[in-house]
């Protein structure tokens, strides 16, 4: 049973740097095709796919914000870290992680969901 | 890189309602790899069609995927009511990059 659930702040000021923890279960980030990702949520609004990290260590990011966000993974952890420099209250938004899948039978798939985490941006 | 869908649509309980997915900069293609997520009030996305048509587990068979000209599409036939959520489409851009689109809001009534 795969699970995937975020932690980190709920409240960070303007100017900061978020950091956010996506624990995972059930499959391994070693596994050839498979990623994780990070996608957010304003209120009432879309969702915005915002990096990926694979499982042989590559990294992508969103090209509107790829200069503020880092994402790494610790293997022995299962968990994948995000980070946002120079938080905005634009950037208030429920941010979530997602096992992500991409082979050439089954491409461009976030079949798995954590719950999503509330960030809320503001002084 | 903008992908857009309808913003809202409405159909009839039993009816069936096709949702689009387009790129502005170009055709949708199987090549972009649209997939298909529904998302209801407080739960995350679930989904629904992945490669264009291929419907995931337990995904009743009510639902299917296409390309329908140069847009992705969404057909929900037998509309239940249920089925009133949010349907979001997803390109793949190539280089590891994906791109949400705007969202429908289906309506049953």
């Known amino acids: 049973q795969i699970t995937l659930k975020e932690s980190g702040p709920t409240l960070v000021k303007p100017t900061q740097t978020l950091t956010l923890t996506c624990t995972f279960s059930?499959?391994?980030?070693?596994?050839?095709?498979?990623?994780v990702a990070w996608i957010r949520q304003p209120p009432g609004k879309a969702l915005e796919w915002l990096a990926v990290?694979?499982?042989?260590?590559?990294?992508r990011y969103s090209p509107s914000l790829e200069n503020r966000l880092t994402i790494t993974k610790d293997t022995s952890k299962n968990q994948v870290v995000l980070t946002m420099t120079n938080m905005d209250p634009v950037d208030t938004a429920t941010y979530s992680c997602?096992?992500?899948?991409?082979?050439?039978?089954?491409?461009?798939?976030?079949?798995?969901w954590g719950q999503g985490t509330l960030v809320t941006v503001s002084s | 890189t903008v992908v857009t869908q309808e913003a809202s649509f409405s159909v009839s309980p039993g009816g069936t309602v096709t949702l689009t997915c387009a790129l502005n900069?170009?055709?949708?293609?199987?090549?972009?790899?649209p997939s298909w997520y529904r998302q209801t009030p407080g739960q995350p996305p679930r989904t629904l069609i992945y490669?264009?048509?291929i419907r995931s587990s337990g995904v009743p068979d009510r639902f299917s995927g296409s390309i329908l000209g140069d847009k992705a599409a969404l057909t929900i036939t037998g509309a239940q009511v249920d089925d009133e959520a949010d349907y979001y489409c997803?390109?793949?851009?190539?280089?590891?990059?994906?791109?949400f689109g705007g969202g429908t809001k289906v309506t049953v009534l």
């Open positions: 997602a096992h992500y899948y991409f082979t050439s039978s089954k491409a461009n798939v976030f079949d798995y």
């Open positions: 059930g499959f391994s980030l070693t596994t050839s095709g498979v990623g």
């Open positions: 990290i694979f499982w042989n260590n590559d990294k």
């Open positions: 900069s170009d055709s949708v293609s199987t090549y972009y790899y």
């Open positions: 490669n264009t048509n």
């Open positions: 997803v390109l793949f851009m190539g280089r590891g990059i994906s791109v």
